[in-house]
């Protein structure tokens, strides 16, 4: 490889300089210079171009484009599975986000064990010595006689062993922690997390490798942080739960090979992490009275729905302005339903504090949490407890209109096999036949769903 030049560019606007600046005298922009490499294209002596897959570039019309099934093999974890759209795709490079301690290596390393009993498989650790690895696949009881450990955090040496091992998979923990020599900013510096990252995607395409990258979420949020990686890796992954809960879930916000919002949920245990293959279960725990200020939602992840208890606490207020709080839930939504439940419904908020969560840690963000989230207020706010067996979803409009929400029938299914007996939705979302054991009340006003309510 020849030897690279040092040259700093603009993250703006693209213009390089041969010196650091404070402001880029091209576009203005200030602390945008970033150390970058200017290197030969790899295949340059050649006289023929190639792109990072070996592929030459040559032009042709879809059609005549041969598509085959992308080759996936499955990882040996059916939630893992599922994020990924289905197992797990040669040559593709996985980014998995999260605050630090979330569970990144633990779940990595369960994985690759049990990779590693089919296929070879490597695990490139900069953060923890081979034996804190070997300690913790010990303590969890994984098969350990085939997962290969290294600990490198040069990219270079990385890559060159990798290319001896041929595995089929690879984890890099962290890439916080990785180098290429090629620049002389420190480790976990937005460039030497972009140039690490760009070599190993060229590495994975070119081998057929399957590269799993951990990425710590850093306080601030973006810099130097996943964020910057997201469009250079073929799939996204953020590992997310409360710090203090056993519940993790690992969610899916870039794919270019399955669907996206898929999301897989874990609990942690003293023996690593434990896939939940039923959350609705789980998240719906809850005490055996019927108490004031909680209702139960069906929620629609990804591609199957799960239950969620959303709990609502309405007291008197003594400021000018009363608080608005949410957990789970978008706080501007709930401004806004709040007004509509005042104009619609007659009933009113504006001296009362409103405090709303999803139990469990989970993020609700679609509409059909509207009149859900509504029901919970009014009965916190009347101190008048729901029936345990009633299921409510459906998006509430500014004129007062109860709208249909995607996957009705699936909800309705969750809510009956978990012995739910009445749902109050959208009339659009009514089936002909419900469920068996479930009484379905469909509306199309919010009127009408507080009448069904109370
Ligand atoms: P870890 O995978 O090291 O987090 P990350 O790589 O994302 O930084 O997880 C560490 C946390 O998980 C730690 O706080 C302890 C907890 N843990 C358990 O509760 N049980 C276990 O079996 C393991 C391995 C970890
Ligand atoms: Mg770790």
């Known amino acids: ?10 993250t703006e606007c693209g213009a390089t300089f041969p ?14 210079l970033i150390e ?3 290197e030969s294209h790899p295949t340059s002596s050649s006289s023929r171009r190639t792109g990072w897959t070996g592929e030459q570039s040559n032009i042709r019309t879809l059609a005549e484009v041969s598509v085959e099934e992308v080759p996936r093999f499955s990882t040996a974890c059916g939630e893992l599975d599922r994020v990924l759209g289905g197992g797990l795709v040669d040559g593709s490079v996985v980014l998995i986000g999260g605050d630090p301690g979330i569970g990144k290596s633990t ?59 041929q595995p089929r998979v690879m984890v890099i923990d962290s890439i916080q922690t990785i180098y290429t020599e090629q620049l002389q900013s420190a480790p976990g510096g937005v460039a030497q997390v972009r140039e690490s990252t760009a070599l190993l995607v060229r590495f994975a395409k070119q081998t057929g490798t399957a590269v799993f990258l951990v990425g ?12 910057v990686l997201e469009h250079m890796v073929d799939t996204v992954l953020y590992f997310e739960g409360e710090p203090d809960g056993r519940l993790r879930m690992l969610r899916a916000v870039k794919n270019r090979f399955g669907a996206i919002n898929e999301l897989g949920v874990f609990g942690m245990t003293d023996r690593g992490l434990k896939e939940v293959s039923n959350p609705s279960a789980i998240f719906l725990t809850r005490a055996s009275e019927a108490v004031p200020g909680s209702v139960v939602m069906a929620t629609w992840e990804g591609s199957r729905p799960m ?26 939504r709930l401004a806004m339903l709040l007004a509509v439940l005042h104009r619609h419904g007659g009933i009113p908020t504006y001296d009362q504090d409103v405090f709303l969560n999803v139990v ?95």
């Open 360 to 454: 469990g840690g989970v993020k609700v963000l679609e509409t059909a949490a509207d009149l859900a989230l509504m029901a919970a207020v009014i009965s916190s706010l009347r101190n008048r407890a729901l029936p345990h067996d009633l299921l409510v979803f459906g998006e509430v409009g500014l004129s007062g209109e109860v709208r249909p929400v995607p996957s009705g029938q699936e909800r309705l299914k969750e809510a009956a096999k978990h012995g739910f007996k009445r749902a109050i939705i959208p009339k659009t979302n009514a089936p002909k036949e419900a469920p068996k054991g479930l009484r379905v009340v469909a509306v199309t006003r919010l009127e009408q769903a507080l009448e069904a309510l109370f």
């Open 307 to 332: 239950l969620v208890e959303v709990q609502a606490l309405v007291d008197s207020s003594h400021m000018a302005n009363p608080r608005r709080v949410t957990l789970g839930l978008d706080q501007n």
């Open 107 to 165: 779940i990595l390393l369960q994985t690759l064990c049990n990779i590693a009993q089919r296929f070879p498989a490597l695990y490139v650790t900069g953060e923890e010595s081979q034996q804190q690895v070997a300690l913790r696949a010990r303590r969890l009881e994984l098969p350990q006689d085939r997962l290969k450990v290294m600990t490198e955090t040069c990219i270079e040496a990385i890559i060159a062993t990798a290319r001896q091992e």
């Open 216 to 227: 710590h979420v850093t306080k601030e949020g973006s810099l130097a942080g996943p964020r």
């Open 36 to 38: 970058t490499r200017l």
């Open 1 to 10: 490889m020849a030897k690279a030049k040092r040259l700093y560019g603009c």
């Open 19 to 32: 010196k650091w600046a404070g402001q880029c005298s091209e576009c203005g922009a200030w602390n945008t």
